[in-house]
């Protein structure tokens, strides 16, 4: 098992900043990806980013290409997403995932519990 635990969620106005980070811990060496899920109020859960663990390929959702950036700290077993130029409709619970399949959307092996983001206009 992979226990995952998420921090730096927060309020921000719109324009502004966050930074997520996720620190992993158990059966780390067997994972072989990373990334970030989110879920709106009345929404679906929906895929924002990913990355390799080993090789640190990423792979984002249109919605967040260019404004979000995905990382990952192989000896700290950390992932983190850093969040720029922040939307009122990036407001959401932002999950941690460790081990993607299937591809897109996505399904993972580990969730951690989340972590709440609201963008104020």
């Known amino acids: 098992q992979v226990q995952l635990v998420e921090s730096g969620g927060g309020l921000v106005q719109a324009g502004g900043s966050l930074r997520l980070s996720c620190a992993a811990s158990?059966?780390?060496?067997?994972?072989?990806?990373a990334g970030w899920f989110r879920q709106a109020p009345g929404k679906e859960r929906e895929f924002v980013a990913a990355?390799?663990?080993?090789?640190?390929?990423?792979d984002y959702a249109n919605s967040v290409k260019g404004r979000f950036t995905i990382s990952r700290d192989v000896a700290k077993k950390t992932v983190s997403l850093q969040m720029n130029s922040l939307k009122p409709e990036d407001t959401a619970v932002y999950y941690c995932?460790?081990?993607?399949?299937?591809?897109?959307?996505?399904?993972?092996?580990?969730w951690g519990q989340g972590t709440q983001v609201a963008v104020s206009s």
């Open positions: 995932a460790a081990n993607l399949m299937n591809g897109r959307p996505y399904e993972a092996s580990y």
């Open positions: 158990g059966r780390t060496l067997t994972m072989y990806s």
């Open positions: 990355i390799s663990w080993t090789a640190g390929v990423t």
